[in-house]
C-alpha cells in the first residue's frame, strides 16, 4: 500500500513535470515566432525609409541626364506596386525590383562625375547607400532570427512538440534573383 | 561547396549543442573608447582621444568608440562595423546612442556605423561629408593620427556640441585669477604627487599611515592631546581608504593598459574613465569610404 502511493506519487510528479516544460518549451516557440515578427517590421521600415528617400534622389537628378528615362520609369512603377501590395510575398517582389532599378541608377551616376560631385547628390547617395546596407542588416537578423526558430521546432524535442501546437517552419528571406549582381550599363 | 559546409557543421552543431552564427567572428574585448589594434596611432593622439571621449561620455552619456583593426577577415567593412557593434554593444541600452569609428588600414576601409538612437542627428550624408572631408585627405597623405582627431572631433560636433566646445576650451589659454588661483594648482599637484605615490605604491597602508601622522601634527599645531588623537584615527583611516581606492584604481588602469600618468587618466577620477560600454544596439547606418 506504502509503494503504491510512492509509484503514484512519483508518477504524479512525472507527469506535472512534464507539462511544466511543454508549456515551458511551448511559451519559447511562441517568443521566438514573435521575434521573428518583430525583426520583420524592422525590415519593413527599413523598405519605406528607402521609399520616402526615392522622390529626393529622383529629382535631383532627374533633370540631368535626359537619356535615362527609362530606369525613372522602372523606379516609379516598383514604387507603386510597392505600395499597392497586400501580401509579403508582393512587396518583397516589388523591393527586388526596386532593388535593381536603384541599382542600375548608381551605376549610371558613377558614370558622370561632374554629377557624382555635387554636394546633394553626394549626400543622397551616401543615404541611399546607408538603406541599402540597414535593409541587408536588419535581414541578416530577419533570418537569424529564423534559423534559430527553425532550428528549435526540427530538433528534439522541438520536432515532436511543435507539430502538436501548429508550429510549422518559417521561411527565410531570399535575396531576390539578381538584385545583389550590379547590373552593367552601356552608352 | 562552402555552403554545404556551413550546412554540415550547422548540423553537426545541431547535434551537440549550441547553434552558433554561421560566420561567427572573433572580436577582442574592448580596452577604452580608444582601441588601437593595428598599432596606427601615436600615443598621444590615443590618450587625448580617450581623455575626449571620456568627458563627452559624461557630458552627454554617448559613447564613441574609436577602433583600427589589422584584417576585415574577409568580410565588407559594414558588416564587420555592425558585428562588432551587436558584440560590444556601444552607447547606452535604452537610447542605442554609440557611435563606431572603425578603420582598416590595410583593407585601406573606413567606415562610422551609428547607434539607431543618433541616426536623426548623425545622418548617413553628414557622416560622408565628415570622412570626406576630414578624414579621407589626411588617411591619403598617411597622417593617421590628424584624419582620426579630425574625424572624430567633427563627430562630436554634431552629437554634442557643447561638449565640442569644450574641448576647444581646454585647448586654448588658460585665465590668469591671481594668488588663491596658485595656491590651488600648488595644492592640486601636491595632492596629485601624493596620490601618484600612494597609488604607485600598490600596497594600501601608507596612506593611513601618512593621514595618522598628518593627524597628529595638526594635534600639535592646536596643543590638544585629545585632537591630536582623534585626528590622527580619522585621518588615518580616511588615508586608508583614499590609498585603497587608488592602489585598486591604479591597478585595474594598468591590467587594462589605460594611461596612468596625471594628465593622461584626468587624474584617474574626473572625465568618468572608461567602464564597459553600456548594451546599445546599431542597424547598418553611417557611411564608409576607402582610399
Known amino acids: 500500500m506504502k509503494s503504491l502511493a510512492l509509484i503514484l506519487g512519483a508518477l504524479g510528479l512525472v507527469v506535472v ?23 520583420w517590421a524592422q525590415v519593413e521600415t527599413q523598405y519605406q525609409r528607402r521609399f520616402d528617400l526615392i522622390p529626393n534622389l529622383v529629382n535631383a537628378v532627374k533633370g540631368l541626364f535626359e537619356q535615362e528615362q527609362k530606369v525613372f520609369g522602372d523606379i516609379a512603377e516598383a514604387r507603386t506596386r510597392y505600395s499597392g501590395a497586400a501580401t509579403v510575398d508582393e512587396k518583397v517582389a516589388a523591393a527586388g525590383e526596386l532593388e535593381g532599378a536603384l541599382a542600375r541608377l548608381l551605376v549610371i551616376i558613377e558614370n558622370y562625375p561632374e554629377i557624382k560631385s555635387d554636394a546633394a547628390v553626394m549626400g543622397l547617395m551616401d543615404e541611399l ?59 | 561547396m562552402a555552403k554545404r559546409l556551413v550546412v554540415f557543421s550547422l548540423a553537426f552543431l545541431g547535434l551537440f549543442g549550441q547553434v552558433v552564427p554561421a560566420f561567427a567572428l572573433d572580436f577582442p ?26 568627458q563627452l561620455e559624461e557630458d552627454s552619456s554617448i559613447e564613441i568608440a574609436v ?27 535604452s537610447e542605442d546612442n554609440g ?3 572603425l578603420i582598416a588600414p590595410n583593407e585601406r576601409e573606413v567606415r562610422i556605423e551609428v547607434g539607431y538612437g543618433l541616426e536623426p542627428v548623425l545622418t548617413d550624408g553628414k557622416c560622408g561629408r565628415i570622412l570626406d572631408n576630414y578624414v579621407i585627405p589626411e588617411f591619403e597623405k598617411g597622417d593617421y593620427d590628424r584624419g582620426t582627431s579630425e574625424g572624430v572631433a567633427a563627430v562630436i560636433k554634431i552629437v554634442h556640441p557643447a561638449t565640442s566646445e569644450g574641448i576647444a576650451g581646454q585647448a586654448g589659454v588658460e585665465e590668469d585669477d591671481g594668488g588663491v588661483w596658485i595656491l590651488f594648482v600648488i595644492g592640486v599637484i601636491f595632492l596629485s604627487y601624493l596620490s601618484s605615490f600612494l597609488a604607485r605604491s600598490k600596497r594600501w597602508w601608507p596612506g593611513g599611515i601618512i593621514g595618522a601622522i598628518l593627524g597628529v601634527v595638526s594635534g600639535i599645531f592646536l596643543a590638544s592631546v585629545v585632537i591630536s588623537v582623534l585626528a590622527a584615527v580619522g585621518l588615518g583611516i580616511l588615508g586608508l581608504i583614499f590609498d585603497f581606492i587608488l592602489s585598486k ?14 594628465w593622461g587618466s584626468c587624474g584617474g577620477f574626473s572625465g568618468g574613465g572608461f567602464s564597459g560600454f553600456g548594451g546599445g544596439r546599431s542597424g547598418g547606418g553611417g557611411a564608409s569610404r576607402g582610399w
Open chain 1, 17 to 39: 513535470l512534464g507539462v511544466v516544460s511543454i508549456i515551458g518549451f511551448y511559451n519559447g516557440l511562441v517568443t521566438k515566432s514573435q521575434n521573428i515578427d518583430g525583426q
Open chain 1, 129 to 187: 547607400a546607408g538603406t541599402e546596407n540597414r535593409i541587408a542588416v536588419e535581414r541578416r537578423r530577419f533570418n537569424d532570427w529564423v534559423r534559430d526558430y527553425n532550428t528549435t521546432i526540427k530538433r528534439i524535442p522541438g520536432s515532436l512538440i511543435a507539430p502538436m501546437f501548429g508550429f510549422s517552419e518559417r521561411a527565410y528571406f531570399e535575396a531576390v534573383e539578381g538584385s545583389e549582381v550590379a547590373p552593367t550599363v552601356e552608352f
Open chain 2, 29 to 54: 574585448e574592448p580596452e577604452g573608447f580608444v582601441n588601437d589594434f593595428a598599432n596606427i596611432l601615436s600615443s598621444g593622439t590615443k590618450q587625448t582621444l580617450e581623455q575626449q571621449l571620456a
Open chain 2, 67 to 93: 577602433v583600427t583593426v589589422e584584417s576585415l577577415e574577409g568580410t565588407t567593412v559594414e558588416d564587420y562595423a555592425v558585428r562588432l557593434f551587436e558584440d560590444w554593444k556601444i552607447g547606452k541600452e
Open chain 2, 99 to 101: 557611435v563606431l569609428f
Open chain 2, 249 to 262: 584604481n591604479y591597478k585595474e588602469r594598468k591590467q587594462r593598459g589605460l594611461p596612468t600618468s596625471w
